[in-house]
């Protein structure tokens, strides 16, 4: 799995040009999955997120986490994290796992995250049209690959 997380202090998400979900202050997790993930890297991963240290304590240092503020998680599926391109100038997505595949890991990971933070997380929609807005915080972004474990 891959994930880029961005802390933010506003995010909306539009699906297919429809519906919009809006939250304040927390993280955006774009999330990249392949075929070899599985049970283990969703647990890694949400552990992970849920205990990373950037938001600031009272003196201004990056040292709290999601859980310590209680901030809210959006979470997007994003197949093209895993895009390579390495030969030519078209991505290829073929390191991106089938939705057979996917929206299972998809749908895990985001159980897991609520259960981690004792709260529901919004959501993108698997496969839809979407459209993301947000105030990157700081700017802090992160990207963390399972498969290296960091």
């Known amino acids: 799995m891959r994930a880029v ?3 933010v202090s506003h995010a909306s998400i539009t699906i297919d040009r429809a519906q919009t979900k809006e939250m304040g202050p927390g993280l955006v997790i774009l999330l990249g999955i392949e075929e070899s993930d599985g049970q283990s890297d969703i647990e890694w991963l949400s552990g992970k997120i849920s205990r990373l240290r950037v938001f600031d304590d009272e003196k201004g240092v ?6 310590d503020v209680n901030g809210d998680i959006m979470i997007v599926s994003q197949f093209t994290l895993h895009a390579s391109t390495k030969k030519g100038n078209r991505p290829s997505y073929i390191k991106a796992a089938s939705p057979k595949t996917a929206i299972p890991l998809y749908t895990t990971f985001i159980e897991q995250m609520q259960e981690e933070l004792g709260k529901p997380v919004l959501t993108g929609e698997f496969g839809a049209y979407m459209q993301l807005n947000l105030n990157n915080d700081g700017p802090v972004t992160i990207s963390i690959d399972t498969k290296n474990r960091e």
Do not use: H, V
Not at 62 to 67: D, E, G
């Open 62 to 67: 990056m040292n709290l986490s999601i859980l």
């Open 5 to 7: 997380i961005q802390k």
